[in-house]
């Protein structure tokens, strides 16, 4: 469909570039294309920011005038450049501005890493340790107000992941929270068996907020952070990205970076708004952003409005279709009927649908449970019977957990996923034990997206850390690949490997469905005559290496806009 559309316009181009000399030919590769028309070649040209011929070392390097620069890449393989549909770039940057954060996979090693922190933050200051996940812990539980104070006796000190946090028993007493405290509405306290608080709190982030900032991060950090985690994603060969969640200060950012131009990453930007208010407060912010989707350029463009609908899988706050079960004890609490949480009220979802859609924007939601999901859908469908949104990509963030019927939905209305394979590397043993086999099996069911013909392009929701794999979550592109194509998860098992996608699927997923979630699939996402010159070289065959080698997969170097922007040549 996509090639039937964009055929004619490429073959006029095909013909432009001929006769233009190129500044520089790659050949004697292994180029995995993209297109529908020549889907391999062996040598590329590039003219200014754009690629001018495809096709044979012979045909190619003909037409190769007096300064064009010729590189052999002996071998080697090209993809087109990598799309991550799901970053934070600036708060990820800015998570480590204090240092590193080391991997912790345990209780003991959370404690082991409070110590150190406690030596070297000074004694006021809160000890604060982000993104810990019981779900990924081999305790399969959370730390205790007890175990933090352990680590740091007398101190301020807390573990947090933005949905669920443990507070030492200095915290809780500095917000004084005891066994007293009503339960707030917007979240949980947990309490033991004589009504104590355990230190775990689940949501409220009213009552949290004074202890979550321990450090202000300023604009310049913020520029200096976008810049250095643009260096990050190109050395893994990521050349575009679709920031999920930004203020207008984060638009700032990237508009000052713009315009210098600095950026080395194309970024479409999400923005989010709060939606939990009434909906005329709703109406009221939606109508003070002064730009709507699309406006930019392919540097930096205004992506999607965006709101959070639940909480996460990781955290059993995802709003599901039906109670979790009897095995929630992993998350923190007991409770058989328990479904999750629906962060927005369904008639937000509703409005806000509407709104985008009147005003032109393209709409995301944060939505993870299948609960959530259909509730989102219920918004897509309403607006869509008064005004079609088919061609509109309005999109469902994470989705994981899409029924058949679910799926069916999204198709008719033209709705596409922006979804994050590694998480289920990550948490798919822990899934296996609240849920049991049969309900995880329609834990990212990408086989059944791709076959009914959804575009779901692959992300990695980065949130902190540098470190490519190490970073929660995974950035690298080959590691997502690995695990859409393999769905291996991190206790070794396999999670419904009939679920899984080709090679190409999950190349795919990582270029041109990356580029059709911002409309930009005819500029960039394959390696066409008159697309965006922006491509990867890497260390191993991508097609057909043994799978277990696409994980470890590097980029020797980057292209972007016809610029080398890592590694050599
Ligand atoms: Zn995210």
């Not at 055929?7 to 181009?13: E, F, N, T």
């Not at 450049?81 to 080391?102: K, M």
């Not at 917007?186 to 689940?202: R, S």
């Amino acid at each position: 469909m996509l090639y039937r559309t964009i055929l004619p316009s490429l073959l006029i181009l095909t013909f432009a570039c001929a006769a233009q000399t190129p500044d520089v030919i790659y050949y004697n590769g292994r180029i995995v294309t993209m297109s529908g028309s020549q889907p391999q070649a062996q040598a590329v040209s590039i003219k200014g920011n754009h690629f001018l011929l495809v096709g044979s070392d012979a045909e190619i390097r003909k037409t190769a005038g007096a300064a064009t620069r010729q590189v052999d890449l002996r071998g080697r393989t090209v993809l087109p450049g990598l799309e991550d549909s799901h970053t934070h770039p600036i708060t990820s940057a800015l998570s480590e501005q204090d240092g590193p954060i080391p991997v912790m996979n345990s209780i003991a090693e959370i404690q082991a890493h409070i110590r150190k922190l406690a030596e070297i933050t000074p004694a006021d200051r809160l000890i604060f340790v982000p993104k810990i996940y019981s779900t990924r812990l081999v305790d399969r539980r959370y730390p205790s107000r007890y175990e933090i104070d352990q680590a740091a006796p007398g101190r301020l000190a807390m573990t947090d992941n933005g949905y669920a946090s443990v507070l030492n028993s200095t915290v809780l007493k500095k917000l004084n929270i005891t066994r007293d405290t009503p339960q707030p509405a917007d979240g949980k306290i947990i309490k033991d068996a004589k009504g104590e608080p355990t230190g775990l709190i689940l949501g409220a982030p009213k009552l949290l907020a004074s202890a979550r900032q321990s450090r202000q991060a300023t604009y310049e950090d913020r520029i200096r952070g976008l810049k250095k985690m643009q260096k990050s994603y190109n050395a893994v060969g990521i050349t575009s990205t679709i920031d999920r969640g930004q203020t207008a200060e984060g638009f700032r950012v990237y508009r000052e970076l713009r315009d210098k131009n600095e950026l080395t990453v194309r970024s479409y930007v999400t923005y989010m708004v709060d939606a939990k208010g009434t909906t005329q407060q709703l109406r009221d912010e939606i109508a003070r952003i002064p730009w709507v989707t699309g406006f930019g350029d392919e540097w930096f463009r205004v992506g999607s409005l965006k709101t959070v609908a639940d909480g996460g899988i990781l955290i059993g706050t995802a709003f599901l279709r039906e109670p979790y079960g009897m095995n929630t004890k992993i998350y923190g609490y007991d409770d058989p009927d328990y479904r999750g949480v629906l962060a927005v009220p369904r008639e937000n979802l509703i409005e806000m649908a509407k709104q985008a859609n009147k005003l032109g924007w393209q709409m995301t939601a944060h939505t993870t449970g299948g609960g959530a999901i259909d509730a989102l859908l219920d918004a897509y469908e309403a607006t869509d019977r008064e005004r079609s949104i088919r061609d509109r990509r309005f999109t469902v963030t994470h989705g994981n957990f899409p029924n058949a019927q679910a799926i069916a939905r999204a198709k008719k209305l033209g709705v596409v996923f922006d979804c994050q394979p590694s998480w289920h590397h990550f948490d798919g043993p822990a899934l296996k034990d609240v849920f049991g086999p049969a309900r995880t099996a329609h834990f990212l069911p990408f086989r059944s997206m791709l076959d009914a013909g959804i575009v779901v392009a692959g992300g990695s929701d980065h949130m902190i850390r540098f470190d490519s794999r190490k970073a929660i979550n995974p950035y690298n592109p080959f590691f997502g690949m690995w695990m859409a194509i393999t769905r291996k998860t991190a206790d070794g098992a396999t999670l419904h490997p009939e679920q899984g996608v080709t090679r190409l699927e999950a190349l795919r997923m990582w270029t041109l469905n990356g580029a059709y979630l911002s409309f930009e699939e005819k500029v960039k996402g394959s390696i066409e005559p008159g697309k965006l010159a922006d491509m990867v070289v890497i260390s191993k065959d991508f097609l057909n290496c043994p799978v277990d080698e696409i994980k470890d997969i590097e980029a020797l170097t980057t292209i972007v806009d016809g610029k080398v922007v890592f590694g050599g040549t």
